[in-house]
């Protein structure tokens, strides 16, 4: 056998060397092609990377100012249902010492008819007395009629003489006094319905404050908490008026 290799086999080895540096130049540009695709990666996710961590420190950020928001709502709440409740005490008071005094009036108005009541019939039944007496006078029986009214007609000179100036002055001043003790009453009982009247008008403008209170504070609480979440409030309920009472 030869020592050296032939032209042939030279020319086979020339091939397989051109072969390998070719799959070797193929493999080096496909490393670098890899290492670029992956730096270019490496660069996206770097990148990706920081914006994520940019929105996370903002959302942090966010997350800190919304609970210190929501901290001062709550604080603002507590002080307003403090306040509310404090007016809602004083308030509720205030009915019910109302209530209390109009309750109050209303007995003694009732009191007032009932002692009215007596007193006209107690001045009735002196009328009559006195209407009695005065007819079973013959010298008196002439000043009034059948139906108790005074006569206007004349009376004899014969009649006067005998009738007494006392007498005309007792009955006249009893008769005074009746109706001035009726006025009196009378006007004690119409002032007792007008303070009625003026006390249902003061529950009743209390309670107009109580549901405007009611409606401040539900409006402000509403508007804290769509400050804070960014829904819109609602609207707060219509104020009723409380029904008042006959006097």
Known sequence: EPLYPTHLENRRLQEASMRLEQENDDLAHELVTSKIALRNDLDQAEDKADVLNKELLLTKQRLVETEEEKRKQEEETAQLKEVFRKQLEKAEYEIKKTTAIIAEYKQICSQLSTRLEKQQAASKEELEAVKGKMMACKHCSDIFS??????LAAISREDQGIETDDEKDSLKKQLREMELELAQ?????????????????????????????????????????????????????????????ST
């Open 146 to 151: 059948k139906e108790g009214a005074v006569k």
């Open 185 to 245: 009453t009378k006007l004690q009982l119409v002032e007792a319905k007008c303070k009625i009247q003026e006390l249902e008008h003061q529950r009743g403008a209390l309670m107009n404050e109580i549901q405007a209170a009611k409606n401040s504070w539900f409006s402000k609480t509403l508007n804290s908490i769509k400050t804070a979440t960014g829904t819109q409030p609602l609207q707060p309920p219509q104020a009723t008026q409380p029904p008042k009472e």
